[in-house]
T-cell receptor
Framework: DAGVIQSPRHEVTEMGQEVTLRCKPISGHNSLFWYRQTMMRGLELLIY????????DSGMPEDRFSAKMPNASFSTLKIQPSEPRDSAVYFCASSLGPTNRELFFGEGSRLTVL | DAKTTQPPSMDCAEGRAANLPCNHSTISGNEYVYWYRQIHSQGPQYIIH???NNETNEMASLIITEDRKSSTLILPHATLRDTAVYYCIVRVSRSNSGYALNFGKGTSLLVTP
């Protein structure tokens, strides 16, 4: 299995631009999670989906952030407009189901907003 | 939410056992303790989890105190590749539809030659 696949691995953009991060979960996994990691705040949960339905988005920082999961094999995290404080590594993770105990993480997308 | 407390950093000599402590004094009776680790520039990796009994797998052992207020992750023979940040997490139930894991700052373990 290829594992959780994220793209792009690195993104450098200017303040005000739209950023779209992509994630392909492991085939057969029904839960998908988006996390953000910074030095100051550590690893924070942004949102998670079960069976393509958003369950908890209380970690999404503000309206500039949105996440979608149009099907079981694809999810996006969009930031519009981006700001320098959004610079972080964004991780996507998936698990077999809502009560499964093991999360599999992707390699992350490193975002730099200038 | 049950909160966890871990030391920010620890050292361990290669070949020795690494014992990583975690306090979770507000844990509820049905909440599991999870351990993950994150090697530099990679995504976190699952290690082990437990409820109240001690657990062991090919990676590590997990010792949970009888009152469940603390636990210890043991890497029996640490290698240089075990240098990583180790996260102790108590599973948080967010809704009837499932749960999420809230990672704290973890313990940065440095294994030295």
């Amino acid at each position: 299995d290829a594992g959780v696949i994220q793209s792009p691995r690195h993104e450098v953009t200017e303040m005000g631009q739209e950023v779209t991060l992509r994630c392909k979960p492991i085939s057969g996994h029904n839960s998908l999670f988006w996390y953000r990691q910074t030095m100051m705040r550590g690893l924070e949960l942004l949102i998670y989906f079960n069976n393509n339905v958003p369950i908890d988005d209380s970690g999404m920082p503000e309206d500039r952030f949105s996440a979608k999961m149009p099907n079981a094999s694809f999810s996006t995290l969009k930031i519009q407009p981006s700001e320098p404080r959004d610079s972080a590594v964004y991780f996507c993770a998936s698990s077999l189901g809502p009560t499964n105990r093991e999360l599999f993480f992707g390699e992350g997308s490193r975002l730099t907003v200038l | 939410d049950a909160k966890t407390t871990q030391p920010p950093s620890m050292d361990c000599a290669e070949g020795r056992a690494a014992n990583l402590p975690c306090n979770h004094s507000t844990i509820s009776g049905n909440e599991y303790v999870y351990w993950y680790r994150q090697i530099h520039s990679q995504g976190p990796q699952y290690i082990i989890h437990g409820l109240k009994n001690n657990e062991t797998n090919e990676m590590a052992s997990l010792i949970i105190t009888e009152d469940r207020k603390s636990s210890t992750l043991i890497l029996p023979h640490a290698t240089l590749r075990d240098t990583a940040v180790y996260y102790c997490i108590v599973r948080v139930s967010r809704s009837n539809s499932g749960y999420a894991l809230n990672f704290g700052k973890g313990t940065s373990l440095l294994v030295t030659p």
